[in-house]
């Protein structure tokens, strides 16, 4: 089994190997970090089993309602989990999916750091998805950091080691989720000698996740940021093409809650290149 990343953080680290939220799951107990987010009244919850849970999991995306997102973390976190549901990353991307869309920085900062715990147990025992595992581990990670400056640039060489390792195995996941993220890491990083920071890299990644993934509007909106910091004038056109391109994506498409994020940060990228989009 590949060696787990280990977060050098101790802001990260405390609370992640906190001995303070023992789930006893399979005969085995679990440690989740000791500040987890209340979630709000459970009694409206589906009554399903796991196994049932796996297959609702599956389909879970930006659509998913926060209450179904909230009742499948609250059984994950007290109930016995089977080994179709968690050694997938299933809990880690659930907590993935409700970070993302919390206003509240604490809220959104315990839910991520939950979901790298989560992942971290499934890569621990041996999932047999770890590139998977992998995206999810560096994408809470990214959450809980994104109002972190410093704990975001201690991590970057974690995240650009589980980044590498879901590129070479599951590329696929989230429409190039690995490919945009990674990307997107070499693009906003310091450069050497402080830091990963690479454009080409970047540029690399980032077309690679617009070819094989061109239906998911991130990967067109990181692309033109990065055609938008070559500051060359035919790759601004460029840019105002893949923006365009993806403004019409998330108008149209069921992205649910992260339609109008995405549509800021697509706005964001325009006003950055001066691009005129109408």
Not at 64 to 88: F, G, N, Q
Not at 97 to 125: C, F, K, M, Q
């Amino acid at each position: 089994m590949p060696s787990r990343p280990k977060v050098h953080n101790a802001r990260l680290l405390g609370p992640l190997l906190a001995v303070a939220v023992g789930l006893l799951q399979a005969g085995c107990i679990w440690n989740l970090p000791k500040d987890l987010v209340v979630l709000s009244t459970m009694d409206s919850c589906p009554d399903y089993g796991m196994l049932d849970l796996a297959e609702h999991a599956s389909a879970f995306d930006h659509t998913t309602s926060s209450d179904e997102l909230r009742c499948a973390l609250h059984k994950l976190r007290t109930s016995p989990i089977p080994y179709e549901v968690h050694w997938t990353g299933t809990p880690a991307r659930i907590c993935y999916l409700l970070a993302d869309r919390t206003s509240n920085p604490d809220d959104r900062d315990r839910l991520a750091t939950e979901g790298v715990r989560w992942a971290e147990i499934a890569y621990e025992h041996g999932s047999p998805e770890p590139g998977r595992v992998q995206y999810y581990l560096s994408i809470n990670l990214g959450l809980a950091a994104r109002d972190h400056a410093a704990l975001a640039l201690k991590n970057v060489r974690v995240l650009e080691k589980a980044l590498l390792e879901a590129v070479a195995l599951a590329p696929e996941e989230e429409q190039g989720g690995p490919l945009r993220m990674l990307g997107t890491l070499y693009l906003l990083a310091p450069p050497w000698p402080d830091g990963i920071g690479d454009s080409d890299k970047a540029m690399k990644y980032l077309r690679r996740a617009v070819q094989e993934y061109p239906d998911h509007p991130l990967n067109l909106i990181f692309l033109a940021l990065a055609l938008v910091d070559a500051e060359e004038e035919a790759e601004s056109a460029d840019a105002t093409m893949l923006l365009k391109r993806a403004k019409a994506m998330i108008e149209q498409g069921p992205y649910g809650d992260a339609r109008g994020r995405w549509l800021k940060e697509l706005k964001n990228v325009a006003e950055k290149g001066e691009l005129h989009l109408d």
